[in-house]
């Protein structure tokens, strides 16, 4: 899907990934991508991405929360060794299917690919991963002075229009200086 800025958009996201096997009919333990474990528990079907780059439906046949994660039931791994196949490996969702972010917050996937400029209009460049940290998330925004990490906080990303791709930035004095091999001592 193209956005209005021309960016390809992606047709489907992670929603979470496998971390281990858990009994023995093949349940997973996966880590969810999103602030409430239990939102797992309203799919009925995720996708697995094949390594020729086709997708697998999968139906989600039991939820149980764990914590701050899920335990899975998928369909097609009902043992212990084919549920083995899928750690490390991520469940996708259907963009359109996926629930909105609340007001004032982003998923990964609506990030990247923005323009990111300076709030003078200067371009810095676009945003090419978010890093998932314990205080606040980094931008991986990739320019042509270099790559730079951005903290992904109100005080520096001032403004984010999704609709448009674009983002307007206003950073501490120094920051991108790192990232183009110019900064002092």
């Given at each position: 899907m193209e956005s209005e800025g021309g960016r390809r958009m992606p047709d489907r996201i992670a929603i979470a990934q496998v971390d281990r096997v858990r009994g023995l009919i093949g349940e997973v333990v996966v880590t969810v991508h999103a602030d409430d474990p239990s939102r797992m528990s309203e799919l009925g079907n995720v996708y697995l991405e094949g390594a020729a780059g086709g997708w697998e439906e999968i139906t989600i046949l039991g939820f149980k929360r764990l914590g701050e994660r899920a335990v899975l039931r998928l369909s097609g791994y009902d043992t212990p060794e084919k549920a083995k196949s899928l750690v490390g490996r991520e469940l996708f969702v259907d963009r359109e299917t996926s629930t909105p972010a609340p007001a004032g917050r982003y998923y990964a996937y609506q990030l990247i690919g923005l323009e990111a400029r300076l709030?003078?209009?200067?371009?810095?460049?676009?945003?090419?991963?978010?890093?998932?940290?314990?205080?606040?998330?980094?931008?991986?925004?990739?320019?042509?002075?270099?790559?730079?990490?951005?903290?992904?906080?109100?005080?520096?990303c001032t403004q984010i229009d999704v609709q448009a791709r674009t983002m307007v930035l206003n950073p501490p004095e120094g920051l991108l200086d790192l990232g183009d091999g110019r900064a002092d001592d």
């Open positions: 709030e003078d209009g200067t371009p810095v460049g676009l945003v090419e991963e978010v890093l998932g940290q314990p205080m606040q998330d980094l931008l991986v925004i990739r320019g042509r002075s270099g790559e730079f990490l951005v903290p992904f906080v109100p005080a520096i």
